[in-house]
């Protein structure tokens, strides 16, 4: 139905929760690592959008992207439990004569590849005295052959005490208090991030030595 007025209650509710993630320095940590690494893909991008794109959406944008990809062959029923016998033929009477949409051309922006050059980003706030060293390399997609290799990476880095960037950086060096890492499960290449929380009076500098090291 799309109701004005419940459009305009809700667009209050978006610019709240937009106001939140600025006010939470990860959020803007991830969000100023992701707008430095990614120079086109729509990754870089704030799941909200910005202030300007929320005040301007009208109930008509709203509707015409409703109409163009709410359709069954855009969705996935997914069916958990003790299902009866006649499961799929309660499906089709329920649903089964909701016209299908159609069939639309994604397109797809290619990020350029990675340039072999760091690029840096440095966030200073009065009201955080830890600091956070995020590091982040290209990632492969979900579907990629490489994904696995990734995968397993994660898990001998930062996965439980025994993974060794927790033995280096939290249990011999004790430079580290918490240390993980992160590989998204995506449609198009992401990145990999390694999160380290610094111990308070340690510099990050020698946390990323030893970490590179």
């Given at each position: 139905?799309?109701?004005?007025?419940?459009?305009?209650?809700?667009r209050?509710?978006?610019?709240?929760?937009?106001?939140?993630?600025e006010?939470?320095?990860?959020?803007?940590?991830w969000?100023g690592?992701n707008t430095?690494a990614?120079?086109?893909?729509?990754?870089?991008?704030?799941?909200?959008?910005?202030?300007?794109?929320i005040h301007?959406?009208?109930r008509?944008?709203?509707?015409?992207?409703y109409?163009?990809?709410y359709?069954p062959?855009?969705?996935?029923?997914?069916?958990?439990?003790d299902?009866?016998?006649n499961?799929i033929?309660?499906?089709?009477?329920?649903f089964?004569?909701i016209p299908a949409?159609?069939d639309?051309?994604?397109?797809r922006?290619q990020?350029r590849?990675?340039s072999?050059?760091e690029?840096r980003l440095?966030?200073?706030?009065?009201?955080?005295?830890?600091?956070?060293?995020?590091?982040?390399?290209?990632a492969?997609?979900?579907?990629h052959?490489d994904?696995l290799?990734f995968l397993?990476?994660?898990?001998?880095?930062?996965?439980?005490?025994?993974?060794r960037?927790?033995?280096?950086?939290v249990?011999k060096?004790?430079?580290a208090t918490?240390?993980?890492?992160?590989i998204f499960?995506?449609?198009?290449p992401?990145?990999?991030?390694?999160l380290?929380?610094v111990?308070?009076?340690?510099?990050?500098s020698?946390?990323?030595?030893?970490?590179?090291?």
């Amino acid at each position: 139905l799309l109701d004005p007025q419940e459009i305009e209650a809700e667009r209050q509710v978006i610019l709240e929760e937009w106001q939140s993630s600025e006010d939470d320095p990860d959020e803007k940590l991830w969000e100023g690592v992701n707008t430095l690494a990614l120079q086109r893909h729509p990754y870089r991008y704030p799941v909200l959008g910005w202030p300007e794109d929320i005040h301007k959406l009208s109930r008509e944008q709203i509707n015409t992207h409703y109409s163009l990809y709410y359709h069954p062959n855009r969705a996935t029923l997914v069916l958990v439990g003790d299902l009866p016998a006649n499961a799929i033929e309660r499906i089709q009477e329920y649903f089964g004569q909701i016209p299908a949409g159609p069939d639309l051309l994604e397109h797809r922006i290619q990020e350029r590849p990675a340039s072999q050059s760091e690029r840096r980003l440095t966030l200073t706030r009065s009201d955080i005295q830890v600091p956070r060293l995020a590091v982040a390399w290209p990632a492969p997609a979900l579907k990629h052959p490489d994904y696995l290799s990734f995968l397993l990476i994660h898990y001998l880095l930062t996965e439980g005490w025994s993974s060794r960037l927790h033995q280096l950086l939290v249990e011999k060096n004790q430079v580290a208090t918490e240390v993980s890492s992160l590989i998204f499960e995506t449609q198009d290449p992401y990145l990999f991030w390694l999160l380290i929380d610094v111990q308070p009076g340690i510099q990050a500098s020698r946390v990323e030595t030893l970490l590179f090291e």
